[in-house]
């Protein structure tokens, strides 16, 4: 199949509720790419491999907390062409009596990355490593052989492979060290944010659990005196609605589910008032694509649709963001006021040259167009 997408998955964390000793997070990474640029990435990963881990495999744990070491890893790593899909558990906020046996755990997780990761990706090949420590990926191994339908799922699989054979595993485990060292309480430190920020354009969407939004964090990372914590509040409201209410396997949905969330990953980022370029999220939504979409698409299909549905989407000539300001908001309606009032005022020449050749017999905004007619009656 041509553009078939391919993954590779590996965990951070364990099952147990000792924070303290024990971490705070438990995170599956998933590494994404097109089945065609398998080779160009394995010879290129191995290149990378054999400078900085010698006869050794890519390992997280292998770095550890030499974090300049991790950072220039991550540097010749984020120039390759694949991208990063994530599920990142805050075990805190799900601590409980059902939640200390391990069963229990792993069953609220594979329910968890099952939904997420096939619903976004309906044919994927998964593979994951088969040994080691890795006993969360086996049972959700056994978790999809028992519930994937595959005349739903059609053209996806799941592979479990040696990692030490599979350098691509072994990316996914540096990622999700990687993820580990940036949200895990015990890993967190003063270079998490520049992790983030190296990797940031493979992102494809960080989908945190149980869902919690701390504004307290979008003041402190504001990066102007603009900041409306309202607003700001609204729109990731608005936008989570829509990723808990939407259903449908239509491409369209789909699409519109990953721009929403891959939106949300840029509203959480360092800089929370960057306007993202139409390229950049094309780009980024065609990861998910077998066929690629084009810029009229994603304006009307998926922006245009969003915002119909009631999700906040500002824009402007530098691209697109969820609001956090009354200033987002405002470049905005001035994008559109550039756009819609040069072309109402190009309709009323016409309305106007034709009615006077016709000596006023003929209106070319009949009752077909009445709403617009009263728009076009009140320019000056």
């Known amino acids: 199949m041509k553009n078939k997408l391919i993954a590779f998955a590996d965990e951070f964390g364990t099952n147990s509720f000792d924070f303290e000793n024990q971490g705070t997070h438990f995170i599956v990474a998933t590494i994404i790419l097109r089945d065609e640029l398998k080779n160009e990435i394995t010879e290129k990963l191995e290149i990378i491999r054999k400078k900085h881990f010698q006869t050794g495999e890519i390992k997280s744990s292998k770095v550890s907390k030499n974090h300049k070491r991790r950072i220039k ?3 010749e790593l984020s120039a390759l062409d694949f991208s990063i899909y994530a599920i990142i558990v805050d075990k805190r906020k799900l601590y409980g009596e059902g939640f200390r046996f391990k069963p229990s755990f792993y069953k609220y997780l594979n329910g968890l990355l099952y939904k997420e990761l096939y619903r976004t990706f309906p044919n994927l090949t998964l593979t994951v490593d ?14 999809v052989d028992k519930r994937h339908i595959r005349n739903l799922f059609s053209g996806s699989d799941f592979i479990l492979e040696n990692s030490k054979g599979d350098i691509l595993i072994q990316l996914a485990d540096f990622i999700a060290g990687t993820l580990g060292f940036s ?11 520049t992790f983030l920020e190296i990797i940031q354009a493979k992102a494809i969407s960080y989908n945190y659990f149980p869902r919690d939004f701390n504004f307290k964090e979008f003041q402190e990372s504001a990066n102007d005196n603009n900041f409306n914590s309202d607003i700001a509040e609204l729109s990731y409201n608005r936008a989570v609605d829509f990723i808990d209410t939407t259903k449908g396997k239509e491409r369209e949905y ?7 969330k891959l939106l949300l990953i840029y509203l959480r980022g360092s800089d929370n008032s960057r306007f993202i370029p139409t390229w950049e999220l094309v780009k980024h939504l065609n990861t998910s694509r077998a066929i690629e979409i084009k810029e009229q698409y994603f ?3 998926i922006i245009g649709k969003l915002r119909d549905k009631g999700v906040l989407i500002a824009s402007s000539r530098k691209g697109y963001k969820l609001p956090t300001c009354a200033s987002d908001l405002k470049k905005f309606i001035n ?16 309305r106007d040259s034709i009615k006077m050749a016709t000596n006023n017999e003929l209106d070319i905004l009949d009752s077909d167009f009445d709403n617009l007619k009263g728009i076009i009656d009140n320019l000056r």
């Open 254 to 260: 789909i699409d519109q589910l990953n721009c929403v």
């Open 130 to 143: 088969e040994h080691g420590g890795n006993d969360y990926m086996n049972s959700f191994k056994k978790y």
């Open 73 to 75: 890893i991550l540097e």
């Open 183 to 193: 949200f895990d309480e015990l890993k967190k430190n003063e270079y998490s944010e």
């Open 299 to 301: 304006r009307t299909k």
């Open 335 to 350: 994008h559109g006021n550039r756009i819609i009032l040069p072309m109402a005022h190009r309709i009323k020449i016409a």
